[in-house]
């Protein structure tokens, strides 16, 4: 299928206006059921200075939209709302909770002659539904990390609990949320998995099964390297929120230069002296203060049928990063994180420096980095393994493409074509720019190429692409 793509024209002297969050509320419409009570029915709103009678009137309104939408499809009610300045997103993540988020449309301010007020132009289609349904998601599913669901907050404390919960909650997560860098990538929420061969894999394993062996409290234990997942323990749906948070909010707070990997003093030959980097990035800064507080953040797991409520222990050192879950129900003491610290400490350096080595050995192998004539997303619904040769950096605040955001929203558009169908499928859109876009869909794997090739044709493009999944995807990727 072929699609030209009439986009990125745009004056230079326009003003841009991009997304951004007007409302954000939670409400449950059988808390407040009489006249004079509407206000019982929210327990969220932001911002937290509109006026009463406002926050009830767009609570009112909402549920008027979801009651009429269900009476033309019960099981479905509205996901979104179009208007000319704004779109509205519902989500019910339990019953009779409803999470709105509504965001303002981007928008361009065109000057006018003759010192006239600016003529302003908003652009509704320029947000995705699937985008930012899937924040809406995302901004549950991080509450539910470290609260649990909304039932439990009900059942420890009532209404009020809940609502100390969601205010402490949302009221520090909703300034992270940068609407404007959201794209793809939130749609599928996915996880960047570390390359690495089998023996330095087998070394991590084996790290892995000695600390749970010698630490028996250790109920879960996932590693990283690079801000990139090797191994994990958990759940596919709790490492996903999990890796999220330690991404875009844990890792970024604590950045700082990472040594680089080289034999070095790391391996003195005196057994029991070994040198270590290692270091809690949740709850003790420094284990020799004898103020230091053994708190550790809490989050829950396996809430699909029931939950676990585990500490969690984020350990680092140089670019590995080893999170150690254990059950919250446990006191965690002094002499148990000197003991985790001198145990894992030493033995994940040198993991730390061995991984770098390997590493930087496999891509002298595979030769220099060559800026290629292509940009690809990938994704595996079944795996959640997401790579990504278009952004250059993604955190909750920031998201660095190397391509123009028009081109990441006919990347958008093309997910949403492939959402609506079940079967594999191709489309091939040329936008106005010299730029071709593919989207292939094969066995719940996605893949999407941007290719800049001012003279190409449609099957040039075609070949383009069939070396491309040849070269990177030969393994993993089977379509004609």
């Given at each position: 299928m072929l699609m030209i793509s009439p986009r990125m024209a745009a004056g230079m002297q326009d003003k841009q206006y991009t997304p951004s969050l007007l409302n954000f509320f939670i409400y449950n419409p059988k808390f407040g059921p009489r006249e004079g009570e509407e206000e019982k029915k929210i327990l969220f709103y932001h911002p937290s200075e509109v006026e009463k009678n406002e926050k009830i009137r767009n609570v009112g309104l909402c549920e008027a939209i979801v009651q009429f939408t269900r009476t033309f499809c019960p099981s479905k009610p509205a996901k979104s709302l179009h208007t000319q300045k704004n779109r509205q997103f519902f989500f019910e993540p339990e019953e009779n909770f409803w999470i709105v988020m509504v965001v303002r449309n981007p928008m361009v301010e065109k000057p006018n002659k003759e010192g006239k007020p600016p003529t302003v132009e908003y652009q509704e289609e320029e947000?995705?539904?699937?985008?930012y349904g899937a924040v809406l998601q995302q901004c549950y599913s991080m509450y539910k990390l470290f609260n649990g669901t909304f039932g439990r907050a009900m059942e420890a404390g009532g209404v009020e609990l809940l609502i100390q919960k969601l205010e402490k909650f949302f009221y520090r997560y909703l300034q992270t949320l940068h609407l404007h860098s959201c794209d793809l990538l939130d749609v599928f929420g996915g996880i960047s998995f570390f390359p690495l061969d089998k023996m330095t894999y087998l070394k991590?394993?084996?790290?892995?099964?000695?600390?749970?062996?010698?630490?028996?409290?250790?109920?879960y234990t996932a590693f990283l390297y690079n801000d990139q997942l090797i191994w994990s323990g958990l759940e596919q749906e709790d490492m996903r929120i999990l890796y999220k948070y330690l991404t875009t909010s844990l890792f970024?707070?604590?950045?700082?230069?990472?040594?680089?990997?080289?034999?070095?003093p790391l391996r003195p030959e005196v057994a029991g002296n070994l040198l270590?980097?290692?270091?809690?990035?949740?709850?003790?800064s420094n284990l020799k203060d004898p103020e230091a507080k053994f708190r550790f953040p809490r989050i829950f797991v396996n809430t699909g049928d029931g939950y676990e409520e585990l500490h969690l222990i984020v350990y680092k050192a140089m670019s590995a990063a080893v999170c150690f879950m254990i059950s919250a129900s446990v006191e965690l003491s002094r002499e148990f994180c000197e003991q985790l610290d001198s145990l894992v400490g030493p033995q994940l350096t040198l993991l730390a420096s061995d991984i770098c080595e390997q590493y930087n050995i496999n891509r002298r192998i595979s030769g220099p980095d060559k800026e290629p004539q292509f940009k690809f997303i990938y994704f595996n619904h079944m795996n959640l393994a997401e790579k990504s040769t278009i952004h250059m950096r993604k955190t909750a605040s920031v998201s660095l493409t190397s391509v123009h955001p028009d081109l990441m929203k006919i990347l958008g558009d093309i997910n949403c074509d492939f959402a609506r169908v079940d079967e594999d499928e191709e489309i091939i859109v040329k936008a106005m720019t010299d730029y071709w876009v593919v989207g292939k869909k094969s066995d719940q794997r996605e893949l999407y190429v941007i290719l800049n090739q001012k003279n190409a044709n449609l099957i040039e493009v075609n070949e383009e692409v069939k070396r491309l999944c040849?070269?990177?995807?030969?393994n993993i990727f089977f379509l004609d």
């Amino acid at each position: 299928m072929l699609m030209i793509s009439p986009r990125m024209a745009a004056g230079m002297q326009d003003k841009q206006y991009t997304p951004s969050l007007l409302n954000f509320f939670i409400y449950n419409p059988k808390f407040g059921p009489r006249e004079g009570e509407e206000e019982k029915k929210i327990l969220f709103y932001h911002p937290s200075e509109v006026e009463k009678n406002e926050k009830i009137r767009n609570v009112g309104l909402c549920e008027a939209i979801v009651q009429f939408t269900r009476t033309f499809c019960p099981s479905k009610p509205a996901k979104s709302l179009h208007t000319q300045k704004n779109r509205q997103f519902f989500f019910e993540p339990e019953e009779n909770f409803w999470i709105v988020m509504v965001v303002r449309n981007p928008m361009v301010e065109k000057p006018n002659k003759e010192g006239k007020p600016p003529t302003v132009e908003y652009q509704e289609e320029e947000i995705l539904d699937t985008v930012y349904g899937a924040v809406l998601q995302q901004c549950y599913s991080m509450y539910k990390l470290f609260n649990g669901t909304f039932g439990r907050a009900m059942e420890a404390g009532g209404v009020e609990l809940l609502i100390q919960k969601l205010e402490k909650f949302f009221y520090r997560y909703l300034q992270t949320l940068h609407l404007h860098s959201c794209d793809l990538l939130d749609v599928f929420g996915g996880i960047s998995f570390f390359p690495l061969d089998k023996m330095t894999y087998l070394k991590i394993q084996s790290f892995v099964n000695r600390v749970e062996e010698s630490l028996r409290l250790i109920k879960y234990t996932a590693f990283l390297y690079n801000d990139q997942l090797i191994w994990s323990g958990l759940e596919q749906e709790d490492m996903r929120i999990l890796y999220k948070y330690l991404t875009t909010s844990l890792f970024p707070r604590h950045s700082e230069p990472e040594l680089a990997g080289r034999d070095s003093p790391l391996r003195p030959e005196v057994a029991g002296n070994l040198l270590h980097y290692g270091r809690f990035l949740t709850g003790p800064s420094n284990l020799k203060d004898p103020e230091a507080k053994f708190r550790f953040p809490r989050i829950f797991v396996n809430t699909g049928d029931g939950y676990e409520e585990l500490h969690l222990i984020v350990y680092k050192a140089m670019s590995a990063a080893v999170c150690f879950m254990i059950s919250a129900s446990v006191e965690l003491s002094r002499e148990f994180c000197e003991q985790l610290d001198s145990l894992v400490g030493p033995q994940l350096t040198l993991l730390a420096s061995d991984i770098c080595e390997q590493y930087n050995i496999n891509r002298r192998i595979s030769g220099p980095d060559k800026e290629p004539q292509f940009k690809f997303i990938y994704f595996n619904h079944m795996n959640l393994a997401e790579k990504s040769t278009i952004h250059m950096r993604k955190t909750a605040s920031v998201s660095l493409t190397s391509v123009h955001p028009d081109l990441m929203k006919i990347l958008g558009d093309i997910n949403c074509d492939f959402a609506r169908v079940d079967e594999d499928e191709e489309i091939i859109v040329k936008a106005m720019t010299d730029y071709w876009v593919v989207g292939k869909k094969s066995d719940q794997r996605e893949l999407y190429v941007i290719l800049n090739q001012k003279n190409a044709n449609l099957i040039e493009v075609n070949e383009e692409v069939k070396r491309l999944c040849a070269t990177q995807f030969n393994n993993i990727f089977f379509l004609d």
